[in-house]
Nanobody
């Protein structure tokens, strides 16, 4: 059973930065495409960023230019570096994994097979 564990969330002022990490275990990490999603209470989970096995990336328009997704296949981890945070970035952030071909990333929640428990990010104005 694949296990994903997020860390790095917290409270930050608008304009600040945070770095989220997701550690994967019980998995051949390099065989998985990875993604980050976020969810606000009462709303559907939304796509934030994705990275393929090859390192290709894709971002939601709302975070493009402010967030960077990266992966470390040695440490079995994926990170989300967030800059210029806004109050509307406040959400629970989830990482997700999908067993995948080498060049593909995924932006749909339903494409992913495994999910972490989430980490809260709160941006104060």
């Amino acid at each position: 059973q694949v296990q994903l564990e997020e860390s790095g969330g917290g409270l930050v002022q608008a304009g600040g930065s945070l770095r989220l990490s997701c550690a994967a275990s019980r998995v051949t990490f390099s065989s998985f495409a990875m993604g980050w999603f976020r969810q606000v209470p009462g709303k559907e989970r939304e796509f934030v960023a994705a990275i393929s096995r090859s390192g290709s990336t894709n971002y939601a328009d709302s975070v493009k230019g402010r967030f960077t997704i990266s992966r470390d296949n040695v440490k079995n981890a994926v990170a989300l570096q967030m800059y210029s945070l806004k109050p509307e970035d406040t959400a629970v952030y989830y990482c997700a994994a999908k067993f995948s071909g080498y060049f593909y990333y995924y932006v749909e929640e339903g494409d992913y097979e495994y999910w972490g428990q989430g980490t809260q990010v709160t941006v104060s104005s």
